[in-house]
């Protein structure tokens, strides 16, 4: 399985930006759909955002719309969340997951993702 690392979490204002990446350990990176995920205390995981091996197909929860992007790096091996406009409700533990997957549009469902990292805190303040 993939190996995922996340970094770019912290403490940031409402209002504010933050940038997460995920880095892979795996070689043919471009294989594999990539998504990010958030859970906060006392509430279920939940999908922030999805993108295909290629880039080219993206997914967005209602949430997050208009706020944060999605992005990857294939030559890098590496996914990023730009996010902006942050909200006191964006607080989480955000996780990347990677599922080998040829499809055009990247799987949306947390059960369809196989490799996981340990996760970033984003907290963002009122």
């Known amino acids: 399985q993939v190996q995922l690392v996340e970094s770019g979490g912290g403490l940031v204002q409402a209002g504010g930006s933050l940038r997460l990446s995920c880095a892979a350990s795996e070689r043919t990176f471009r294989d594999y759909a990539m998504g990010w995920f958030r859970q906060a205390p006392g509430k279920e995981r939940e999908i922030v955002a999805a993108?295909?091996?290629?880039?080219?197909?993206?997914y967005y929860a209602d949430s997050v719309k208009g706020r944060f992007t999605i992005s990857r790096d294939n030559a890098k091996n590496t996914m990023y969340l730009q996010m902006n406009s942050l909200k006191p409700e964006d607080t989480a533990v955000y996780y990347c997951?990677?599922?080998?997957?040829?499809?055009?549009?990247?799987?949306?469902?947390?059960?369809?993702?196989?490799?996981w990292g340990q996760g970033t805190q984003v907290t963002v303040s009122s």
């Open positions: 997951a990677a599922v080998l997957w040829g499809g055009l549009n990247p799987p949306r469902v947390y059960s369809a993702y196989r490799s």
């Open positions: 993108i295909s091996w290629s880039g080219g197909s993206t």
